[in-house]
């Protein structure tokens, strides 16, 4: 444990007496500071809270994350290109030590830097905020600084609908010459029909089982959030519809409210009109769920996706307990950058490290590219006319080390701590501790393995810097 | 025939056994360099087998690139062997619990500049688990002992090159190592400084501890060792002690002030009626570890040992010796001339060749010519004080090795 | 260290001669390549003037990654629209122009986006407005600076004021309407501009006025003084205005081919000009009605003859202007300017002889076009065209124009009794269809309109509820009686379950 410490120290100390610590911190400080000023908002409270969050964690996200690359590439590299780890490794301290201790060091350095610059952009927030009328203040906190959980309905599982009603549809049937993909494909167009079109003057209904959240039945406002298209779904047209939420008496009932298609839109509820001192437990059914209708009295019929769902978004804990969940989720990358940057400088030079952590890095950002591929199961390309991929053989060999790749990514992209923060979305405990097993615990170990292996097995006095 | 034979044929103490406890053997040992497509680059340390007992003070001489430093790193783990065993205190070099019996001087600083003494020194010990109280104290104790309580607080990375020895030789010790390996452990030192640190090899020897001293400063080697090995070309040239290594069964010095001409030849003339036609040489009493290392050098290349490091340069170029204007070739044959001219009438040697033994002469010359130009090459030196000769020889032979530290 | 001379010295040899091979052919690509990069446009040659030092910087520094860079900030400008996330579109959209300010494309496409795609995405018309203000002065405030002799900058621009804030397809946009005028009216005043004051400021007051209307809504007052004298009088706190004062200035700048496109804005506003230029502000310029300009006549007038004279006779302007026509005598016959109204008939007869049937009268006419049925015998197209007179009325009567009001309500009768004689319901005895096919009586018409307007959640504004209560003489009290149109039960579907679906697929 002491020489392990030792060497956390020795990378602290590095870190300050060579000032960058202090260059970064300050970096870090003044550009939260600073953004506010240059960034261009939408001119609302609620729009500038949402894109100052945004840009001051990304561009912390950023600084630190090459600080991070920069730092765990050259503290081991560095050592060995300069032979100073000649002088560590002789000593009785075994290799995958010095890695862990430099590790630590790294991410240690890290935590107190993302504190400051996290304290930094909470203290901004929050300054700002109190200085906004009472009203929009009300909004903020309502929408924004706040951490909100989410409640939908169980997705409806169009594959078994479909197996059931084909099961159904052949049994006793002849099957003889039946095309089975066919069928399916028909099915499933229809049962989804039936669950996301509403028509002129019918009526979609949500059933959420609210009454398994307890603290939730206490609050008196909440969100609704959904998303329809028209029959066109690139138009912005407008729909007329109104919505019902509650059952029986206890319900609340809205004008025919025209809302633009093809865009999420979040409707708040309050629970107070039904009177005062009413809560959302007074709108459940005798079942205990929260029902919302939304009658379509428009004149063309609406679709409400299955996929995207309706959401309730309730006040689940304050912002600055989510703010800083968030802030360990940024901080469990970090770990694993600072992972990526050892591995890497335990096989190779400083700027060879360098450049592969972030050549490894773009590939990551890239995911999007890697999931459109696997999605649409070519990497080339289709031919538009034959509907074939166009270069077949390499679709076949890369696509499936395009998925592996994918899922590992995702094991670490999965989590969206700034997205959450941004629209006031709560990170939870269990997604924290979710984040801290991926990331963490399976990447960073994975990579930890690998690196203390190659340092384990590399010559450290192959160096000659010195000749 | 290689040195080590040669010498191993003549002085079967040698392998005399010694009941002391091995704390580093080492047979076999290869080490072979390889380049980015596994192609073998250079072999650095060709089949050496050698044992170092405790207690003992042993000596690695040999030129740049001839393997001290890779054979050193090898003992240290830091290296690999291609083939063969080491063994330090019975175990593998990377067995971690054996590294703290070690001490190790690198060759160069390799310490981290932006701490200061006392940090560097603390960093160490706990790298040993140290506990704190000791850590202080022995930290103390070693900063005094190599003299740097002035600069406690100051960064290795200010420090001059003697200072940056100073400190690395206390975090040598700061474990209170049973084996300490110490790398050139004088280069950058001033005269007492190199005078301070070989009286504490003397002095921790005496308390038995085992040092492995790596140097080409023959004068270190020559005033410390117990035993020495001589390398070239990555192989084992010699081994030995050096009252071994250093004395010639086989022939006899006679040394005399000065006898004209014509004494010489009836000195000679009685010999060769003695002893017939073998060789007799007649030249100046040098026969010290310089002379016997040169020795041994020559007659490895002549046995053509290949080296992957450097070699020694076989001319001084011109403007060194004063004499930019005539070909090298010229300059050459002048210097043979004076030579010849100082020396007794040439006695023919039919067992060395004459080129060789030109190409010896010129190296000589090429020290001499350096050392003390203007003096003329035929003063016999009769009993000149031993420590005065060492570091002028040594002054020589770096300049013959190129000047450079050897690692 | 000894190296592998010969292994080594052969790769080398084939870098060089790879080298050299490239090199050649590169050459032999070049010239097409720079020839490209004009062709396309993608070398500026000019310098970009009135740049801030970051831009000038950034588009200096960057070279050819600006493109690349612009394009991922585009893409993620779409990412985030996708999922309903709009405050960063601000920012990105700033970037975006800001990395290619000589793009005219980008300008018009980032605008387009804030003003048509965002804004209609939220409920709330100040926020929709918000969005609509922004993309106009993303190309008016920063666009123009950088591109001042852009025709199609000026088109966009001129765009937004003729059909976002000024066309009624966006479903706030009275409140855009009434916004503008807002912003107008503490600048140029509440009447009719005053042009000496605003061309030679002599107060304090005014002189900040001008100020303000060059540095924060960038018009020059000769120019605005030049186009009220050539289209006008124009109401300066309508859009439409301020579509034809962008034309114009845009007409200036642009090149020859350009000048068309920028001609048919003038063009077209001149119509809505005149249909609706007149702009009436109730209730601390809270509410707000238009009205036609009928000063403007003659020069809307002009406006489509020229119009004509420019897209060479094409026959869809041939229709349209038979339409502006009709229009014009309508809306001369129904403000009562009979004479007027009568000399523009006779010349739409002489300009189109088939417009109108043969042997009716002006009176009759008008009632046939307001029933917009040339048979006379559709039903509900009928009771719409009533209602939609009756509805002109009453809000001519609410915001006091009691002439016009009238001609409504005559038109509406005409139309009721046009139809009822065309069915046979007025014969004696009335035909056998006619219990079937018969209107109900214009009063009950009348009185279920005039409630649905007095009614105090769907209805008129308590204010011009008000005014239409004094007009119609009914007390303040007034509570509405009239049946009311019950909402139709909807069909009872329940999604929420999962029955087979079925039918045949």
């Known amino acids: 444990m002491q020489p392990l410490l030792a060497i956390v120290k020795l990378t602290w100390k590095a870190a300050f007496r060579y000032r960058l610590f202090v260059a970064v911190a300050a970096l870090l400080i003044g550009s939260v500071v600073l953004l506010p000023l240059l960034i261009k908002d939408d001119g609302t409270a609620r729009g500038f809270s949402q894109i100052l969050l945004t840009y001051t964690l990304s561009v912390i996200i950023l600084l630190l994350g090459i600080a991070t690359i920069w730092l765990s590439c050259g503290v081991l590299a560095r050592d060995i290109e300069d032979c100073q780890i000649q002088m560590v490794a002789v000593k009785p301290i075994p290799r995958w030590q010095i890695w862990l201790g430099k590790w630590l060091g790294v991410v240690l350095l890290n935590t107190a830097l993302l504190a400051v610059s996290g304290g930094a952009v909470y203290g901004l927030l929050m300054y700002r905020a109190g200085k906004l009328p009472a009203k929009e203040r009300q909004t903020l906190v309502a929408e924004i600084l706040v951490a909100r959980g989410s409640l939908k309905e169980k997705p409806f599982d169009v594959k078994s609908a479909v197996d059931r009603y084909l099961a159904e549809r052949i049994q006793g049937a002849d099957t003889n010459g039946m095309d089975f993909r066919y069928e399916r494909v028909m099915l499933e167009r229809q049962a989804r029909a039936q669950m996301e079109v509403v028509p002129p003057n019918s009526i979609r209904s949500w059933k959420l089982p609210i009454s398994s959240i307890d603290p939730v039945l206490g609050l008196d406002r909440f969100h609704v959030r959904f998303r329809f298209y028209g029959a066109d779904t690139n138009s912005l047209k407008e729909h007329a519809g109104e919505w019902l939420v509650g059952s029986g008496q206890n319900s609340i009932r809205s004008n025919p409210l025209p809302l633009a298609a093809n865009t999420f839109h979040e409707v708040p509820v309050n629970v107070a009109y039904l009177g005062a001192g009413k809560k959302l437990s007074d709108l459940l059914d005798s079942e205990g769920r929260l029902v919302i209708q939304y009658r379509n009295s428009g004149e063309s019929s609406v679709v409400f996706p299955i996929e995207d769902g309706l959401e309730v978004l309730y006040r689940e804990g304050g912002f600055a307990l989510n703010f800083a969940r968030g802030l360990l989720i940024i901080l469990f990358w970090l770990s694993l950058l600072a992972a990526l940057g050892l591995a890497a400088s335990s096989y190779m030079t400083f700027p060879v490290a360098c450049f592969c952590s972030i050549g490894i890095l773009i590939v990551v950002f890239s995911s999007g590219t890697l999931s459109s591929s696997v999605s649409e199961g070519t990497i080339m390309g289709m031919d538009h006319e034959t509907g074939e991929p166009i270069a077949h053989s390499f679709d076949t060999a890369m696509l499936p080390v395009f998925t592996v790749l994918l899922k590992v990514i995702n094991l670490a992209q999965d989590f969206s701590p700034v997205d959450s923060l941004s629209t006031g979305r709560s990170i939870t405990w269990g997604s924290l501790a979710q984040a801290f097993a991926q990331i963490v615990l399976l990447l960073g170990g994975l990579l930890a393995v690998c690196g203390m292996w190659l340092f384990q097995r590399r010559e450290l006095a192959t160096a000659q810097s010195n000749q | 025939m290689t040195a080590l034979e040669q010498v191993q044929a003549t002085n079967p103490e040698v392998s005399a056994i010694d009941d002391r406890e091995n704390v580093v053997a080492v047979r076999g040992l290869t080490k072979v360099f390889k380049d980015f497509w596994g192609r073998p680059k250079a072999r650095a340390v060709d089949n050496v087998d050698f044992e170092i007992k405790r207690g003992e003070v042993f000596g690695l001489l040999g030129p740049n690139g001839s393997g001290k430093s890779t054979t050193v790193k090898m003992l240290l783990g830091l290296l690999y062997p291609t083939k063969g065993h080491i063994e330090v205190f019975g175990k593998s070099p990377r067995d971690v619990q054996t590294k703290q019996r070690i001490g190790y001087l690198p060759e160069e600083s390799y310490l981290y500049r932006y701490l200061n003494s006392e940090e560097t020194l603390d960093f160490f010990g706990n790298l040993f688990s140290i506990d704190a109280k000791d850590r202080q104290n022995r930290a103390e104790q070693l900063i005094e002992m190599v003299g740097l309580n002035t600069a406690r607080t100051r960064t290795v990375g200010e420090f001059s090159k003697g200072m940056q020895r100073r400190i690395g030789l206390a975090q040598a010790l700061i474990n209170d190592p049973d084996l300490i390996i110490l790398d050139e452990p004088t280069s950058g030192l001033d005269p007492i400084g190199c005078r301070e640190i070989k009286d504490l090899i003397i002095a921790l020897a005496k308390r038995g501890k085992t040092i492995i001293l790596s140097s080409h400063l023959l004068a270190d080697v020559e005033d410390v060792c117990d035993r020495v090995v001589i390398y070239y070309g990555g192989k084992i040239q010699a081994i030995g002690t050096l009252k071994e290594l250093l004395s010639e069964r086989e022939t006899l010095r006679i040394t005399t002030p000065t006898l004209s001409r014509e004494a010489t030849e009836k000195v000679l003339a009685t010999i060769r009626a003695d002893i017939g036609n073998g060789e007799v040489r007649v030249d100046n009493p040098t026969q010290n570890l310089e002379s016997y290392f040169l020795d041994v050098v020559k007659r490895a290349r002549e046995a053509s040992a290949e080296t992957s490091g450097a070699t020694s340069g076989h001319r001084v170029a011109a403007y060194l010796r004063g004499d930019d204007a005539g070909s090298a070739a010229d300059a050459t044959a002048k210097v043979l001339d004076r030579l010849t001219a100082s020396k007794p009438p040439a006695v023919p040697a039919p067992s060395v060749p004459a080129a060789s033994q030109s190409a010896v002469d010129s190296l000589k010359l090429a020290a001499l010519g350096k050392a003390e130009p203007a003096k003329p090459a035929e003063q016999p030196k009769v009993a000149a004080k031993p420590a005065v000769d060492l570091s002028k020889a040594n002054e020589k032979l770096s300049g013959l090795l190129g000047g450079k530290s050897d690692h | ?505």
């Open chain 3, 1 to 505: 260290m000894t190296m592998k001379q010969g292994s080594n010295g052969g790769f080398k040899l084939v870098l060089v001669v790879a080298l050299l091979v490239l090199l050649v052919a590169g050459s032999f690509v070049q010239p097409a390549l720079t020839a490209a990069r004009a062709r396309l446009g993608l070398t500026q040659v000019t310098p970009l003037e009135n740049a801030p030092p970051v831009l000038a910087f950034t588009t200096v520094a960057l070279g050819g990654f600006r493109g690349i860079i612009a394009n991922a900030l585009w893409i993620r400008s779409n990412e985030l629209e996708e999922k309903g996330k709009y405050f960063e579109a601000m920012q990105l959209a700033d970037w975006i122009t800001k990395l290619q300010p000589r793009m005219v494309q980008v300008w018009t496409v980032q605008a387009w986006n804030m003003a048509y795609n965002i804004s209609v995405k939220f409920t709330a018309p100040e926020d929709k407005w918000r969005w609509v203000k922004a993309g106009t002065e993303l190309l008016r405030d920063e666009g123009l600076k950088y591109n001042p002799d852009e025709a199609l900058m000026y088109r966009e621009l001129a765009w937004f004021f003729q059909h976002k804030m000024g066309h009624y397809l966006d479903s706030a946009h009275l409140y855009y309407k009434l916004q503008w005028a807002k912003l107008m009216i503490p600048v140029i005043g509440r009447d009719r501009p005053n042009w000496e004051e605003l061309l030679n400021p002599q107060t304090d007051e005014a002189k900040e006025r001008v100020r303000q209307l060059r540095a924060v809504f960038k018009m020059d007052p000769a120019i605005m003084k030049q186009v009220d004298d050539e289209y006008g009088p124009l109401e300066w706190k309508l859009p439409e205005t301020h579509a034809i004062y962008w034309a114009t200035v845009g007409l200036q700048h642009a090149a020859a081919k350009d000048k068309d496109t920028l001609h048919r804005v003038i063009y077209q506003c001149m119509d809505v000009a005149f249909q609706r230029g007149r702009l009436i502000l109730f209730e601390n310029d809270e509410e707000l009605f238009t009205a036609p300009n009928l000063d403007i006549l003659d020069k809307s007038n002009q406006a489509y003859l020229d119009m004509m004279k420019l897209d060479n006779q094409r026959p869809d302007q041939y229709h349209a202007y038979q339409n502006f026509l009709r229009k014009v005598v309508y809306n001369l016959y129904s403000h009562s300017r009979t004479r007027d109204a009568e000399k523009w008939w006779k010349q739409m007869k002489e300009i189109y002889p088939d417009a109108v049937r043969a042997g009716i009268t002006m009176d009759q006419w008008c009632v046939e076009m307001v029933s917009e049925d040339a048979s006379g015998k559709d039903q509900s197209k009928t009771i719409s065209a009533i209602e939609g007179q009756l509805t002109l009325a009453f809000y001519n009567l609410a915001i006091g124009d009691q002439e016009p009001a009238q001609v409504n309500i005559a038109l509406a009768v005409g139309i009721w009794t046009r139809y009822m004689t065309e069915v046979g319901c007025l014969n004696d005895p009335p035909s056998e269809d006619c219990p079937r096919l018969a209107l109900p009586p214009l009063n009950v018409i009348r009185d279920i309109l005039r409630d649905g307007m007095l009614d105090k959640d769907s209805g008129l504004s308590p204010a011009s509820r008000a005014r239409l209560l004094t007009a119609l003489n009914l007390p303040p009290d007034y509570e509405p009686t009239a049946h009311k149109e019950q909402p139709k039960p909807p069909a009872a579907k329940d999604a929420a379950g999962d029955q087979p679906p079925t039918g045949n697929p």
